[in-house]
């Protein structure tokens, strides 16, 4: 079995000050990892990825997130806040296949970032 | 942009009426998704599609059904709707090789809200 816990539903910030999204995971398998964001009415955009290469991985706009086994966790952080980067953050797993069609992504329940002036 | 489009992007519906959600890509992508978005839930998958005709059932299946006739279309029906199918549904596809070098990677359309009275 595979799962998400997003530690936070909603995280409130001023513009300029460090983010940080929590994620904890549980897999028996070795899973790959992924931020997506969602901005309001929109669909999911990839953020980025981790996919047992590097620990450490860097994603668009600023973001990244380190990979720490130990701790089955992936937490999202950026040094400083932009009023764009508020929107609803989803870390996923990816791990158990689905038959016929690759892996099964099991979403966290996401975590709301707000971005005050 | 993978050229994703979903039909209709808004209804209301009352109880035990048949809805048909599509899903429409243009890129000739084999890997189809229906996920349901609910607040606290992330996204979880409804069915998936591994080619024409070939389809399968996700986690949270019960009272719907899917066809796919087509390559570039994947239909995701409720044959009698229920106020609990309020939710807003996304279609997804993902880019693949060979099913065993999916890592879970996936373009997800702008999604449908469905209201159920």
């Known amino acids: 079995a595979q799962s998400v816990t997003q530690l936070d539903s909603h995280v409130s910030v001023s513009e300029g000050t460090p983010v940080l999204l929590r994620c904890n995971y549980s897999?028996?398998?070795?899973?790959?990892l992924f931020w997506y964001v969602q901005h309001p009415n929109k669909g999911l955009q990839l953020l980025l990825k981790?996919?047992?290469?590097?620990?450490l991985v860097k994603g668009i706009n600023g973001f990244e997130a380190e990979f720490k086994k130990s701790e089955t966790s992936f937490h999202l952080t950026k040094p400083s806040a932009h009023m764009s980067d508020a929107a609803e953050y989803f870390c996923v797993v990816s791990a158990l296949a689905l038959r016929n069609a690759g892996n099964m992504l099991t979403f966290g329940g996401g975590t709301r970032l707000m971005v005050k002036p | 942009d993978a050229g994703i489009t979903q039909s209709p992007r808004h209804k209301v519906t009352e109880t035990g009426t048949p809805v048909t959600l599509r899903c429409h890509q243009t890129e000739n992508h084999r890997y189809m998704y229906w996920y349901r978005q609910d607040p606290g839930h992330g996204l979880r998958l409804i069915h998936y599609?591994?080619?024409?005709?070939?389809?399968d059932k996700g986690e949270v299946s019960d009272g719907y059904s899917v066809s796919r006739s087509k390559t570039e279309d994947f239909l995701l029906t409720l044959e009698s709707a229920t106020s609990s199918q309020t939710s807003v549904y996304f279609c997804?596809?993902?880019?693949?090789?060979?099913?065993?070098?999916?890592?879970?990677?996936?373009?997800f359309g702008e999604g449908s809200r469905l209201t159920v009275l």
């Open positions: 897999s028996s398998y070795s899973p790959s």
């Open positions: 997804a596809i993902s880019v693949l090789l060979a099913v065993t070098t999916n890592t879970g990677e996936l373009f």
């Open positions: 981790y996919t047992s290469a590097a620990t």
């Open positions: 599609s591994y080619g024409v005709k070939d389809t």
